[in-house]
């Protein structure tokens, strides 16, 4: 495996965003994308490379800093390169168990820096299968076999027994193969044997395309990682809850439907008030040319949305309802015999101070990004009607 080398710059331009492209007499950088996985980083002279992408037949090495010298000295990173040859490797070994224990095929592959998928010709996978697929890749680590990287030509394919043969392959093609176990056509990196995958976990899978399911994992130092930092997050809620690990699903699961019930219970209570609120509030409103209205200051938002909606459907009044609970906003609506033309009146300030914000039917909600700008639009409805109040 090459990771330091000397090369020559054939062609240097910048393109639209000042990034640097390069090309190079040769290369042992892997392009990104290629095969389905992430690419190479590194160095050239020293400076970072922040990508390497494939346009055609050529390979661009991207870096934000100009390389003055001809003749470069190029360093690829060990430690990115492993973690996405761990990744590859695994998806090659979860991908055969797929296939030779449940006739599930792998239709792509795709690896982010965060997590891998694959898409399976199956929308038929359970707990129990993950768990089986898993340890099935588990004594294929543990057993240390190799991965061999080699050439074959093109007329020994149709002979070899290939997990998948894609179609339209140059005369002389690239094999991976781990012994006794996958055998596969890939240009992509990989690990030397499988023990040094170290693990595959699956996290989780969903529907796709109706008929497929893809498949979310992890392999290696990423796997480790990911258990470290749930196994904290575990232990620390089980201390903080003062019980077992092995209960704290039920413990959480019981706090968090007497919680859900608890907010079931303030929905309803906040219903019923709401009548008596939209009530007093339209026994107290001014009546100014023929209109009735309402100016009025919630600190709860749900609450300000249930009475703007009560408005609408009980009275033909004209409603400024705002809060500052959060990020400031605006609620303002009217009945359907109400004469003020209060969303003309909206639309003009929206324009105005650039605002977020819409509605639907006689309501529209305006949402400001400070406080200033909503006392300024509040300041100028306060001086044509009344004192806001809190409720």
């Known amino acids: 495996m090459t990771l330091k080398f000397k090369a020559n710059i054939l062609k240097k331009f910048v393109n639209n965003e000042g990034l640097f492209h390069l090309k190079l007499d040769r290369t042992y950088f892997y392009p990104d994308g290629a095969g389905g996985q992430l690419g190479d980083r590194g160095t050239i002279n020293g400076k970072r490379v922040l990508g390497v992408i494939k346009q055609g037949d050529e390979i661009l090495h991207i870096l934000a800093e100009d390389v003055k010298n001809k003749e470069v000295l190029c360093e690829i990173d060990l430690e990115r390169r492993f973690d996405v040859s761990q990744q590859h490797t695994g998806q090659h070994i979860l991908s055969t168990v797929f296939q030779k224990k449940f006739n599930a095929h792998t239709l792509s592959f795709h690896m982010s820096e965060e997590y891998s998928t694959i898409d399976l010709d199956t929308i038929y996978l359970t707990k129990e299968i993950a768990k089986e697929v898993e340890m099935k890749c588990f004594e294929y680590i543990i057993a240390a076999k ?79 990682k990911d258990y470290q930092l749930k196994n904290s997050i575990l232990y620390n809620t089980s201390n903080m809850l003062s019980i077992g690990i092995k209960d704290v699903f039920e413990k959480v699961k019981r ?43 919630f600190k709860d938002a749900e609450m300000m949305r249930y009475v703007a909606a009560e408005l609408v459907k009980k009275y033909d009044v004209v409603f400024f309802l705002g809060t500052t609970n959060g ?54 409805i306060k001086q044509n009607i009344m004192e806001v109040k809190d409720v």
């Open 146 to 224: 190799d991965v061999k990287i080699y050439f074959v030509d093109k007329s020994k394919v149709s002979s070899m027994p290939f997990r998948k043969i894609p179609q339209n392959l140059p005369a002389k093609v690239r094999v991976v193969e781990i012994t006794g176990v996958d055998l596969s056509l890939c240009g992509g990196t990989h690990v030397k044997n499988t023990a040094e995958v170290g693990l595959i976990k699956i996290l989780k899978w969903e529907k796709v395309k109706g008929k497929n399911t893809r498949v979310y994992f992890l392999c290696g130092n990423r796997a480790i």
């Open 255 to 297: 706090e968090h439907e007497e919680l859900m019930a608890t907010f079931k219970m303030m929905r309803r209570l906040k219903r019923e008030l709401v009548s008596y609120i939209v009530d007093e509030l339209y026994a107290n409103a001014i009546v100014k040319d023929g209109d009735r209205y309402i100016l009025r200051q």
């Open 327 to 380: 990020k400031p906003s605006l609620m303002l609506g009217k009945g359907d015999k109400a004469k003020y033309d209060v969303l003309s009146y909206a639309m003009n300030w929206k324009e105005r101070l650039a605002l977020r914000g819409g509605g639907k039917r006689n309501i529209i909600t305006l949402l400001f990004e400070e406080k200033g700008s909503f006392e300024s639009m509040l300041g100028d």
